[in-house]
């Protein structure tokens, strides 16, 4: 696992993937994980420039080092990243198990329709998350450019930082409510890995699609050859 980017959310995807091993094979079965702890200002800072072909060689390096280390399938523990994750997956000695995909997956299976994709700003500006969503039948609907910059703010100044504000909360909840009024959305997509510490079912206007479930619950099946 590429980890650090950030901090939270590798924690989550840790506890997530031991569990849901020992759920699907019996509590003494323990996957032997491999953790390459990165910077995610460092990611963050590279997307901002659209320093892609470093961004790149910056997570590629490290899928070197974790396949060095015995590693046979890889996973991003952050959505940002995914951004180049097509490059990524032809550089790396490993399969890649890919969030976008499996929160793809999730929302078919949920037979949404309508989706609000919220996330860090790449997340909601370009279309690596919402174009393989888009392709399969589904609508997806952004926040205006103010809200994106809040969200965006809040993101790295708080949630990144293991900072959750009620507040933060309900800024994010009136987001969500307007996409709902004035976009028509009917789910909401945590396009950020730490976005779940903000919001969930119980707090959010509309019903959450959490990315982290969805691909950790793919990285499981990848794990043990279950199909969930």
Do not use: N, W
Not at 71 to 88: E, I, K, M, N, S
């Amino acid at each position: 696992m590429i980890g650090g980017t950030g901090p939270e959310s590798t924690i989550a995807y840790y506890r997530a993937v031991i569990g849901g091993v020992q759920e699907v094979a019996g509590a003494e079965r323990l996957p032997e994980l491999v953790i390459e702890s990165l910077s995610v200002f460092r990611v963050l800072e590279l997307c901002a420039r659209r320093e892609y072909d470093e961004l790149t060689a910056y997570l590629a390096a490290a899928v070197v080092r974790l396949a060095g280390a015995g590693a046979q399938v890889g996973t991003l523990t952050a959505l940002t990243p995914h951004l180049v994750f097509d490059r990524l997956q032809a550089a790396s000695p490993i399969p890649l198990v890919s969030a976008v995909e499996a929160t793809r997956d999730a929302a078919l299976a949920r037979g949404a329709r309508r989706l609000a994709l919220l996330g860090t700003e790449p997340t909601m500006t370009q279309d690596f998350f919402a174009r393989p969503l888009r392709e399969a039948g589904l609508a997806v609907v952004t926040p205006a450019l103010d809200e994106i910059a809040y969200i965006q703010e809040k993101i790295v100044r708080e949630l990144e930082h293991g900072v959750v504000l009620d507040e933060t909360r309900d800024g994010f909840a009136a987001i969500i409510r307007r996409l709902r009024e004035d976009a028509g959305a009917e789910h909401v997509v945590l396009g950020c890995t730490e976005l779940p510490l903000l919001l969930d079912d119980t707090t959010s206007p509309l019903p959450c699609l959490d990315p982290v479930e969805a691909h950790t619950r793919a990285l499981v099946e990848a794990i043990t050859g279950s199909d969930g």
